[in-house]
């Protein structure tokens, strides 16, 4: 509202929050965060005053201390909220500009009679550019503030001790995790927020038939693989599976075979960290995660960057090619682990031309790809097992020997003569034998022949005149 004195907040919309009650659930707060950013020009600081409201978005609801303190202060701040002075065309402005560890502020302030007085107050959770090379800016260090109210700017801004002692506690990944299941395929979405607030995410195809407790597990299991790829030393793992989250925090017993041995591979994960902490929220708070993970279990086009698995994860080998036999992996990781080369100068060169293809993680070895995620690498022993369930599995369809390479890639692994042993697969397969299309052409290569009647050139008569007939 503008008047004599000033621009003014709106007093019914002030007088709205004024009146709130503390909220109860998400919607509540989402609800009080949307008056404060309607009031956002006449809040100095808002982020840094909303921020326990901005926390409670993130996880489950849980209405502090914190927030309750926040919440009276914010009132408080708003009986008293400044008079802002508007502008004068081609007048000389101010802009002071703050930054905390959770957002950053700014101030722009204009000059009259030698009393600085505030123009409009901006506030961004975790900005980091702002392009301003349009106008004509001119950059000096800060004098001596007059107006009280930028006094009370800056000093709001200054981090506390508590401040950065929370930072430190909540250098933690968050892993959202989430599946679902279809009546033939199944899908998973893994979303990985760092603490500074970069998403990673990843979508997994299960082109075989599934339950939600099963894809559930699934799930986790690609959180738990995807945070230890990026080192991650501790986690947060949010799931809105009830009976999975329970089995692993002990509150659930695992009954089914499967269940406890999907329960057994998450427990070796785990160990690989230093610390991770499981916690069941409400379907509604992981709306991403299972948006995503219906996207991916629908039967809809595959993109051609989404994982395609045929098989549970709890049916693959475990693969331990590094401390087993020689194979053809051996050189490539005794270089790639401990620097070794052949003697041979050629050998050794040929070598780490081809290691530069591959790479190690978690003492396992990966094919590199142009446009694809990291291939693993079987053992000759592994190379059969992989052959007969994606042929003949349980979602195998008998295909050929160039859809079943396209299939093996697409599930995430890799040897050198992939073609040839799909080819020699197909060849011997029992079923592919007796129930394919039977071929119409000869077994042998037919030997084409220039002349139709050999001696015809030539006029040879070699049996002579027949005799005439008695009759």
């Not at 008079?83 to 000059?111: D, F, G, Q, T, W």
């Not at 599930?411 to 394919?436: H, L, M, N």
């Amino acid at each position: 509202m503008v008047s004599q004195r000033g621009i003014e907040a709106n007093p019914n919309k002030i007088q709205a929050i004024l009146n709130m009650e503390p909220p109860k659930n998400i919607k509540e707060v989402q609800s009080l965060t949307g008056q404060v950013a309607a009031l956002n020009r006449f809040v100095s600081t808002a982020t840094n005053k909303c921020l326990p409201f901005f926390k409670i978005l993130r996880k489950a609801f849980e209405w502090t201390d914190e927030c309750q303190k926040a919440f009276q202060d914010l009132k408080h701040y708003l009986t008293t909220a400044p008079l802002l002075s508007p502008s004068v065309l081609r007048e000389k402005l101010y802009l002071y500009l703050v930054v905390s560890p959770h957002a950053m502020s700014s101030a722009l302030i204009r000059e009259e009679e030698k009393v600085q007085k505030p123009v409009y107050y901006i506030s961004r959770e975790e900005q980091k550019e702002v392009e301003l090379s349009e106008f004509d800016i001119r950059y000096q260090p800060r004098n001596a503030i007059k107006a009280q109210a930028l006094a009370d700017f800056i000093a709001e801004f200054t981090p506390s001790h508590e401040d950065l002692e929370e930072k430190e506690d909540n250098n933690k990944w968050v892993v959202h995790v989430d599946g679902s299941s279809t009546l033939h395929a199944g899908g998973i979405r893994v979303v990985l927020r760092s603490p500074e607030g970069d998403k990673l995410k990843y979508k997994v195809r299960l082109q075989y038939q599934t339950t939600n407790n099963k894809v559930g597990y699934e799930a986790l299991l690609k959180g738990l693989e995807l945070a230890k790829s990026v080192e991650v030393g501790s986690i947060l793992v949010l799931g809105d599976s009830q009976l999975v989250i329970g089995q692993i925090n002990g509150t659930c017993e695992a009954k089914e075979d499967r269940m406890r041995r999907y329960l057994k591979k998450v427990v070796r994960l785990v160990k690989k960290f230093k610390e991770a902490n499981f916690v069941q929220i409400p379907k509604e708070e992981n709306i991403e995660a299972d948006t995503l993970a219906k996207e991916a279990s629908a039967n809809e086009a595959i993109d051609k960057f989404d994982e395609i698995r045929y098989m549970p994860s709890i049916k693959l080998p475990e693969m331990l090619q590094i401390e087993g036999e020689e194979n053809w992996m051996t050189p490539i990781v005794s270089y790639l682990k401990d620097g070794r080369l052949p003697k041979g100068k050629d050998e050794a060169r040929k070598l780490k031309v081809k290691s530069a293809r591959y790479v190690l993680v978690d003492k396992m070895l990966y094919k590199r790809g142009f446009s694809q995620p990291y291939l693993r690498c079987l053992a000759p022993d592994e190379i059969n097992y992989m052959l007969r369930e994606v042929h003949e599995g349980a979602c195998g369809n008998h295909s050929g020997a160039r859809s079943l390479v396209h299939k093996v890639i697409c599930a995430g692994y890799y040897w050198p003569t992939i073609e040839a042993d799909a080819k020699a697969y197909v060849k011997v397969c029992d079923q592919c034998q007796r129930f394919s299309n039977i071929p119409r052409q000869p077994s042998e290569y037919l030997t084409p022949m220039m002349v139709s009647w050999p001696f015809a050139q030539w006029g040879l008569d070699i049996l002579g005149p027949f005799p005439t007939g008695t009759r």
